[in-house]
């Protein structure tokens, strides 16, 4: 006969795996408004920035099929199914902490590499770096590095001719000039892509912590309710 205990924590793990699933819907959810909010500047954005995202988005999809696993192995009293399950979650558990250590070691340099790549880019002024640096200038209403100066010394550009993508409510047909200083964007870009990338970093931060803790209890409410079956010799 089932202890009441026993069937308490049944019960618990269950409704556990019902919030542990929406939290897997909510993971993917952040991920992809971090990957879309820095994605579409990732001509500038080494991978390593672009890769915490990504793993969220995959360790998110996980988290909600396991969650399933989770429910099948408390409703049906399953040992083997909630070892599998507890040890699922520290899987994913100890991904989610190798990328959030990975993060905040690159943290410290990731400010230079990203000017270092925006240097090279402005340097080298392919027509990829041109379509990339006409998209982020648009798109962030911001102009050069640090500001407008940085295009002066690049390669192909004129002592006075910027980017139209540097100035705002330009004319159809018109040019863009260092002396139009009314309507050039003030902003440097490395400033705005650094903001962007900072509060991307914050969201995956506090969303990785949350899970965590939750992923702990489940690991704790799993193993509890598994030792427990096997001692009432449950299959």
């Not at 919030?19 to 991920?31: E, Y």
């Not at 002592?159 to 139209?164: E, F, Q, R, V």
């Given at each position: 006969m089932e202890s009441c205990g026993m069937s308490a924590i049944k019960y618990i793990l269950f409704l556990f795996n019902l919030?542990?699933?929406?939290?897997?819907?909510?993971?993917?959810?952040?991920?992809a408004i971090v990957l879309a909010d820095v994605g579409e500047f990732s001509h500038f954005l080494e991978g390593r920035i672009i890769a915490p995202p990504i793993v969220l988005i995959v360790a998110g999809a996980i988290v909600f099929i396991i969650a399933f696993l989770g429910c099948y192995g408390a409703v049906k009293e399953n040992y083997n199914m909630l070892i599998a399950f507890a040890v699922a979650l520290l899987v994913i558990f100890v991904i989610e902490l190798a990328v959030g250590i990975a993060a905040a070691v690159f943290k410290n340099d990731f400010s230079m590499v990203m000017k270092d790549s925006l240097k090279a880019s402005m340097m080298n002024y392919t027509e990829a770096d041109k379509m990339a640096w006409e998209n982020v200038q648009k798109k962030l209403e911001c102009c050069g590095i640090d500001n407008s100066n940085d295009w002066i010394t690049a390669k192909?550009?004129?002592?006075?001719?910027?980017?139209?993508?540097?100035?705002?409510?330009?004319?159809?047909?018109?040019?863009?000039?260092?002396?139009?200083?009314?309507?050039?964007?003030?902003?440097?870009?490395f400033a705005e892509l650094e903001f962007r990338v900072q509060n991307g970093a914050k969201v995956l931060i506090g969303v990785g912590i949350g899970i965590a803790f939750v992923e702990i209890a489940g690991i704790i409410l799993a193993c509890y309710l598994a030792q427990a079956i096997k001692r009432e010799g449950g299959k």
């Open positions: 919030i542990f699933a929406i939290s897997g819907i909510g993971i993917i959810v952040a991920g192909g550009i004129t002592s006075n001719t910027l980017p139209d993508s540097c100035c705002k409510d330009l004319p159809v047909g018109g040019a863009c000039h260092t002396y139009d200083i009314k309507m050039l964007h003030t902003k440097g870009c």
